[in-house]
């Protein structure tokens, strides 16, 4: 059964940074791309990284550029963003996927004065 279990989330001041993971199960994780999409309040849900099986970004929203990273480790089956100089706009839920076909039940982050 493929699982994918998003933890780290939380709430922050501007400026702050977290660290999201997403641990995955149940299929080869180092043969799949892996992403993390956002869904804002009232917002469509967006894709933020995709993280290929060499652990290379091919894609970055680009608000989130030279502050947002994601990355890899196909040895623990984990997918990771880590978040720094969070802003108030970068408030979501936040979700891992594969394919954008199988999802975690997400993670919420809320930056705020």
């Known amino acids: 059964q493929v699982q994918l279990v998003e933890s780290g989330g939380g709430s922050v001041h501007p400026g702050g940074s977290l660290r999201l993971s997403c641990a995955a199960s149940?299929?080869?994780?180092?043969?799949?791309?892996m992403s993390w999409f956002r869904r804002a309040p009232g917002r469509e849900r967006v894709l933020v990284a995709n993280?290929?099986?060499?652990?290379?970004?091919?894609y970055l929203l680009d608000s989130v550029k030279g502050r947002f990273t994601g990355f890899r480790d196909n040895d623990k089956n984990t997918l990771y963003l880590q978040m720094n100089d969070l802003r108030p706009e970068d408030t979501a839920v936040y979700y891992c996927s594969r394919d954008s076909m199988t999802w975690g039940q997400g993670t919420q982050v809320t930056v705020s004065v």
């Open positions: 149940g299929f080869p994780f180092s043969r799949y791309v």
């Open positions: 993280v290929i099986p060499s652990n290379i970004t091919t």
